[in-house]
């Protein structure tokens, strides 16, 4: 190296090396997120937005950038912009939108070449539902077959203790749920519930809670919201009368010829009202017309005959 009047240079050389890479950084193969509740730990279905962010970095990674893309394709920033420097593996927290998404890693290296790796995610947010079916209609009658819960979206974790039964109103009294079956059907939507009419056989006004709060969902995990009304079944049940009522006494002009204490003589010749008092009441609509045979006995004066 000489300058311009064409003197040599002096002294130890210098050198400087340098690498320019064409080639993007390669792709992220285990970029994932926990927690994941789906069906899976890897589906990327999950209810929890506040997640953590994973995965393991190529060699050229100069920067990362960590952004989610909706189904709309806009897209917003995660996690700004890192530098890794001679870190392999990598975790950030991010809070994910709610819905379909895409969770996009985004590296760069030195010479500013740019690679996507790309993660599907569904926050299920939708909230899980059910309904009672075979039940009393309008609040009166009587269990005698199996009832069942019928959910939104497959669920799972239905047992006894998601349930309540209590027996009266004001006071009243739990039931113990442990003599329950509870077993799904194939498509863990509905699922049947065996042995309520036996704890519900004698008369009373019944309630039945379920705390679908205990429930899960299949696909997300996410679990149901707790409403008092909506999770609530109430019926009254009033069991036949078989006992057939009593005649206590008859009144003749309310002078009683039959009860209890012994009849009475009658002064007057005739009735003009007749009265029936029954241990309760009674419908004689349905009874058809009949004849009331009376008799009756007296002794006139002792000189006399006694006269039927």
Not at 135 to 145: A, I, K, M, Y
Not at 174 to 202: C, F, H, Q, R
Not at 262 to 281: C, D, H, I, L, Y
Request: charged content about 20%.
């Amino acid at each position: 190296m000489r300058d311009t009047s064409g003197n040599a240079g002096a002294g130890a050389a210098a050198t400087s090396e340098w690498s320019f890479s064409s080639e993007p950084p390669a792709p992220i193969d285990d970029l994932a997120f926990t927690p994941d509740w789906g069906t899976n730990a890897t589906d990327g279905v999950t209810w929890q937005r506040n997640v953590t962010i994973s995965g393991t970095l190529t060699n050229g990674a100069y920067s990362v950038e960590i952004l989610a893309r909706d189904a709309a394709g806009g897209e917003t920033v995660l996690v700004e912009t890192f530098y890794p420097e001679a870190e392999t593996s990598f975790e950030k927290d991010a809070v994910l939108p709610i819905g379909r998404g895409t969770i996009i890693v985004r590296c760069s290296n030195s010479s500013g070449k740019t690679s996507d790796s790309e993660k599907e995610f569904f926050i299920d947010a939708i909230p899980l539902s059910f309904s009672f079916v075979g039940f009393p209609e309008d609040g009166e009658g009587q269990l005698t077959n199996d009832v069942a819960l019928v959910f939104s979206d497959p669920v799972t974790n239905v047992t006894a203790e998601c349930f309540s039964i209590r027996r009266g109103v004001r006071d009243s009294v739990e039931i113990s749920p442990n003599a329950l079956t509870i077993s799904p059907d194939e498509s863990n939507l509905v699922w049947t519930v065996s042995g309520l009419d036996a704890l519900t056989a004698s008369g009373g006004t019944y309630t039945v809670t379920f705390d679908v709060s205990r429930v899960e969902k299949l696909s997300s995990g996410l679990h149901g919201d707790m409403d008092e009304e909506s999770s609530s079944v109430s019926w009254r049940y009033t069991p036949p009368d078989t006992t057939p009522p009593e005649l206590l006494r008859i009144l003749f002009d309310g002078a009683e010829m039959y009860g209890t204490g012994g009849g009475m003589s009658v002064a007057s010749n005739g009735a003009s009202q007749v009265k029936f008092v029954f241990s309760e009441p009674v419908n004689f609509s349905s009874l058809r017309p009949c004849r009331l045979a009376v008799q009756v006995a007296f002794r006139r004066e002792r000189d006399r005959v006694d006269t039927p």
